[in-house]
């Protein structure tokens, strides 16, 4: 029998590592914030991130996406969408090691750091069940300004138990949650909502309306906005009245998603559908801010998740595969790139677990304006930077099986989630504008990092003659909020990281030495020192 061709000079899988503790950037992070007990906490679900098995997950849950089932065989509604078992095995494990809702009552005073830590680890499996893991994470604080929905409702939302199905919420040893904001005639302006809650007199309000966007719409209870005379505000809906009673929650249609692909995207109408007052009438923009401070981290978290599993996948290949009689690993325009994909890693992991430190610590002036800016500049960077690890691998890592494709497509979700850039940008003024404690707080942390290289101390000068010239501010936020990103991410890496990973930074995003691509890292950087730092798995 002829052979037509031997298979050569192909990438094994890269599994069988540990994202978590061998990612020498996040694990340095974990022990520096939270000890080295934390990290330990973290290996087995750091084994399975790494595992065959769980990578099979992520791929099964997004080749199988959500179904739809609006009514049953007889004509009722149900309401109800069906997802692959895989999607339930991936909740299952982040519920289940703590990054959900369980960090709210942990006694540990790094909680939300461990949970950082692994939620940047467990998301390079597979990123679209993180919506509802990141949605129940963050309804924690936001529900606890109404102490009776908080007592009926966070237990469920602070188990490390997983259970799905529509049902008496008391009867549940876990709960997951969402949110409806947008409709679709205002979208990030939710000022313009249109959905109307009406007083019943038993304490509950009726909701008619329509939202355009709600995640994950099997979750047990979702915070949403509407207007009452009063102005907006904000409501616990619930699936499942207690009691057992459904309440109306029709789902018009699932979204036909970029990424995203295995979690399930709706829009729902409310016909009196019940709701609960969360804050004050008419504050409810006020309610959600602690909701949305909490998913600003995990949108940061999120994308530095994205970016480091398509790095990993970069230098794997490079390391595997040979072009033009040697390694691609070793040729110095391919370590030029895969250093200045290791750099905006680096840059962004530190930034995001730096935020869930000021988490721990209650820093909510810092948390205020860093939080923005990270989310603006860090959710920004990735959807290049993906783009160029994704080039790395050439035409394989076009095709699906690279899972590079998935990757891609999931890179642009953050930066839109909550609001997009130029919201973001916005908000980023205000906080400047209306919060001077935050740019106090703000101005401590760059202070840290004074001195340490010259470029630094110009970028933050630069930064303060931006803020020092009020004319136009709108038209300049996003140049003020990605300058005062980098200088964070400069700082954090002048303090934490090798010198020629700050060096290279600093030279790069801070002195201009720099393309408009990736791979353009002036001569003399490190370049393979970088490179041996960002690997993981087998060489």
Same mark, same amino acid.
């Given at each position: ?53 769980? +990578?099979?997950? #992520? ?15 007889? #004509? ?23 990054? =959900? ?83 679709? +005639? ?40 509407? +207007? ?73 978290? #999120? ?55 000021? +988490? &721990? ?25 993906? *783009? ?6 050439? #035409? ?28 973001? *940008?916005?908000?980023?003024?205000? *906080? ?52 005062l990103a980098t200088c964070l991410q400069a700082g954090l890496l002048l303090q934490h990281a090798p010198a020629g990973v700050a060096e290279a930074f600093c030279a790069s995003r801070l ?20 490179? &041996?730092?960002? =690997?993981?798995?087998?060489?």
């Open positions: 029998m002829s052979v037509t061709h031997e298979v050569t000079n192909q990438v094994p899988p890269l599994t069988g590592h540990d994202p978590i503790a061998g990612d020498a950037v996040l694990a340095a992070a974990c022990r520096r914030y939270a000890g080295e007990e934390t990290l330990t906490s973290l290996a087995e679900l750091g084994r399975l991130a790494g595992s065959e098995r769980a +990578q099979e997950w #992520g791929r099964l849950a997004n080749e199988n996406a959500p179904r739809l089932r609006t009514h049953d065989r007889y #004509g009722h509604r149900v309401d109800e969408v069906e997802f692959h078992p895989a999607w339930h095995e991936l909740m299952a494990a982040a519920v289940g090691s703590g990054l =959900a809702g369980a960090p709210w009552v942990d006694p540990s005073p790094h909680a939300h750091v461990r949970r950082a830590v692994g939620y940047v680890g467990w998301m390079q499996t597979e990123a679209g069940h993180g919506c509802p893991v990141t949605m129940t994470y963050a309804a924690v604080p936001a529900l606890r300004q109404a102490p009776e929905l908080a007592a009926a409702y966070e237990p469920g939302l602070t188990s490390r138990r997983y259970e799905f199905g529509l049902a008496d919420p008391a009867l549940k040893a876990g709960l997951v949650a969402g949110m409806g904001m947008t409709e679709k +005639q205002g979208g990030s302006d939710v000022r313009a909502n249109t959905t109307r809650a009406v007083p019943r007199g038993d304490g509950c309000h009726a909701l008619t309306g329509h939202k355009w966007f709600t995640s994950a719409p099997m979750s047990d209870l979702f915070l949403v906005l509407a +207007q009452l005379d009063e102005g907006l505000s904000c409501f616990l809906v619930p699936r499942v009245l207690p009691g057992g009673e459904r309440n109306v929650f029709r789902l018009q249609r699932l979204k036909d998603n970029l990424g995203d692909r295995s979690n399930a995207s709706s829009e729902v109408e409310f016909d009196g559908t019940t709701g609960f007052l969360v804050g004050e009438p008419g504050r409810g923009v006020p309610a959600i801010l602690g909701m949305v401070s909490t998913t600003r981290l995990d949108c940061v978290l #999120g994308s530095a998740a994205t970016l480091r599993a398509a790095l990993s996948q970069a230098v794997h290949h490079a390391r595997h595969r040979s072009a033009f009689g040697a390694r691609l690993v070793d040729q110095p325009l391919m370590r030029n790139v895969l250093a200045d994909l290791a750099v905006e890693s680096e840059a962004a992991t530190l930034l995001g677990i730096r935020l869930a430190a000021a +988490q &721990d610590a209650g820093e909510t002036d810092f948390l205020r304006l860093a939080g923005a800016v990270a989310k603006f500049w860090v959710c920004k960077r990735t959807p290049a930077a993906v *783009a160029e690890a994704l080039e790395v691998l050439g #035409g394989n890592g076009y095709v699906e099986e690279s899972g590079l494709p998935r990757l891609y497509r999931q890179a642009p979700v953050n930066s839109i989630w909550e609001g997009s850039g130029n919201v973001i *940008a916005l908000d980023v003024l205000r *906080a400047l504008g209306s919060r001077s404690a935050a740019l106090a707080a703000v101005r401590a942390e760059l202070a840290a990092a004074g001195g340490a290289d010259p470029r630094f101390d110009t970028a933050v000068r630069r930064l303060q003659a931006e803020l020092d010239e009020p004319d136009q501010l709108p038209l300049r936020a996003r140049r003020i909020a990605g300058l002195g201009g030495d720099w393309g408009g691509v990736l791979g353009t890292l002036p001569a003399g950087t490190p370049v393979g020192e970088i490179v &041996d730092r960002a =690997a993981v798995g087998p060489a």
